[in-house]
């Protein structure tokens, strides 16, 4: 974080993109005019978003966002990207759900107008707790709140995953089940391993994120329980705030169909990275946000579902975050911003703490 560049993230010039957006669009909304187009300072490096707006008087939209699929030429975080697939689960999430979720309008399978997928969606108003810094550091609206606002905070996102897993009807979801054989968390992980085996096709594999597959054999559960819509990327990082209220549900790249705990350990995971981050450059982070214990017993009121077998899900999600940091660290490499150390697990930000998970010793 303070001793490496900025990842880029991406090799796609605005302005073109813009260019090329007002052509495509005149063909939906001939006489249509693209205006405002800017990048978000907050893009990701697995799927870019561009914001627009639609001057038109027939627009069914004026405010847009649109999800761009990565450049396949820019040494891409994930193997493929359907942006079909996130159109649909997106649509489906508003039609059976009460969770904001923007209202997705166009879709683009064709590569040809703008150099990948992409599909268009309605744009919300709002804040994002920041990832660069973190929340967790100081000097932002997040860590600025008061304990308060905080726990209004913390109470409306959990109890967005908590409606998502009660509200969908699980059967709609199974198109995102992975081919192969096994129940659908066996199958999420066999994913993951094959995720992996692309990430350190021809360079040096991580001898951590082995020894935590392994780890997660011996803690594998007795009883996974039954699949739901997983939101798949569920932190907080990727919801629009009204104040301290969610508007806007973002980012369903990652969907799944797989038990309850596989998103809820994610969401608890990714919360301690950036404490454990930040508690390492000498601030004391946020410590009574999101804890694990406050977050199990308010799903638990909320659903029913008592949360179980939390170490291995907790393991697992630090262990498919390593896999990502390891892919974009050897992005880094490839576009010479970084050297690749003897050690590749020196490359995943988080090794201690997923060294301690995997001995046992982490919570």
Known sequence: ???????????????????????????????????NVSVPGSNGMSSETLLFDIE?????????????????????????YDMARQHRVMSLVAEHTDLPVPRVQWLEEDPGP????????????????????????????????????????QEASISLLARLHDQFPAEEAEFLL????????????????????WVVGGLSPSPLIERAFARLEELWPADPGPAVLNWGDARIGNVVYDGFTPVAVLDWE???????????????????????????????GLPDFLRREDLERRYAELTG????????????????????????AYRQAHFGEVEVPADPDGLILHHASLAAMVQGTYW
Do not use: K
């Open 114 to 153: 703008l150099g990948a997928p992409f599909f268009v969606m309605a744009r919300a108003e709002g804040r994002v707790p920041p990832d660069v810094m973190p929340y967790t550091y100081e000097g932002n609206w997040l860590h600025a709140a008061t304990d308060a606002e905080r726990g209004v905070l």
């Open 56 to 80: 038109h008087p027939d627009t069914p939209l004026r405010a847009c966002a649109l999800r761009l699929a990565a450049d396949p030429a820019a040494y891409t975080v994930f193997p493929t």
């Open 1 to 35: 974080m303070a001793t490496a560049p900025r990842p880029r993230t991406s090799t796609r010039e605005p302005e073109e993109l813009g260019r090329r957006l007002g052509a495509w669009l005149d063909g939906r909304l001939p006489g249509a005019e693209v205006t």
């Open 178 to 197: 992975p081919t192969g054989e096994g129940c659908p968390l066996h199958r999420h992980v066999e994913a993951q391993r094959a995720y992996y085996a």
């Open 305 to 328: 579902h008592t949360p179980r077998d939390m170490e291995f899900h907790t393991l697992y999600a630090a262990l498919r975050h390593a896999i990502v940091m390891l892919r974009i």
């Open 254 to 284: 990652m969907a799944a169909y797989a038990p309850r705990e596989v998103d809820l350990g994610w969401t608890v995971y990714l919360h301690r990275f950036f404490q454990d981050l930040t508690v390492s450059f000498g601030q004391s």
